[in-house]
T-cell receptor, first 109, second 116 residues
Framework: GQQVMQIPQYQHVQEGEDFTTYCNSS?????IQWYKQRPGGHPVFLIQ?????EVKKQKRLTFQFGEAKKNSSLHITATQTTDVGTYFC?????????FGKGTTLSVSS | ETGVTQTPRHLVMGMTNKKSLKCEQH?????MYWYKQSAKKPLELMFV???????ENNSVPSRFSPECPNSSHLFLHLHTLQPEDSALYLC???????????????FGQGTRLTVV
């Protein structure tokens, strides 16, 4: 069945450093979505990418969708303590969303 | 407030109990989902309803039984659970199901279930 892999599983950074999480799908996706889950919270939608090679930005966050529509990345520039949480990618290929395991980001000041 | 409300927020039940989780969405969405989130696994899709019909058949034990009486409500009936079923159960809704757009998921806050 369709699988979505996400790396790394954990990442610790100093405040001000950059952070990147990568997502790879075993199948071509119609779209990919990114979610953030704060500790003790629930996943919250961040963004959706649909087009091959698409790049979208939200302030310090940059999202990319690969040319083959099988991989994606989320890059955070100059992390802040408010960025802590788990970032999930979720891919869709004609079925309901399949989530990656997530990358848990911790930030020390 | 996401527009998706789950009750109860916490539940402790014995292995012989029967309980139900409730989810209500106020967003006018056509699709609703149950996900299981445990410590060492990704969000596991359990059930999908689109326009009140169950549309995906994942490998979920029969001790979990979903019900979707209308487009705004979703239940998960639990009976004779095992300790390994302890997890966070998340309900979500989306405007549409399995489309290129309008599928962003809005999650409820979840029910933290402990089976003793």
């Amino acid at each position: 069945g369709q699988q979505v892999m996400q790396i790394p599983q954990y990442q610790h950074v100093q405040e001000g450093e950059d952070f990147t999480t990568y997502c790879n799908s075993s199948t071509t996706l119609s779209n990919i979505q990114w979610y953030k889950q704060r500790p003790g919270g629930h996943p919250v939608f961040l963004i959706q990418l649909v087009k091959s090679g698409e790049v979208k930005k939200q302030k310090r966050l940059t999202f990319q969708f690969g040319e083959a529509k099988k991989n994606s990345s989320l890059h955070i520039t100059a992390t802040q303590t408010t960025d802590v949480g788990t970032y999930f990618c979720a891919g869709e290929a004609g079925t309901a969303l399949i989530f990656g395991k997530g990358t848990t980001l911790s930030v020390s000041s | 407030e996401t527009g998706v409300t789950q009750t109860p927020r916490h539940l402790v039940m014995g292995m012989t109990n029967k309980k139900s989780l409730k989810c209500e969405q106020h967003l006018g969405h056509n699709a609703m989902y149950w996900y299981k989130q445990s410590a060492k696994k990704p969000l596991e899709l359990m059930f999908v309803y689109s326009l009140e019909e169950r549309v995906e058949n994942n490998s979920v034990p029969s001790r979990f039984s979903p019900e979707c009486p209308n487009s705004s409500h979703l239940f998960l009936h639990l009976h004779t659970l095992q300790p390994e079923d302890s997890a966070l159960y998340l309900c979500a809704s989306s405007q549409d199901y399995a489309q290129a757009t309008n599928t962003e998921a809005f999650f409820g806050q979840g029910t933290r279930l402990t089976v003793v």
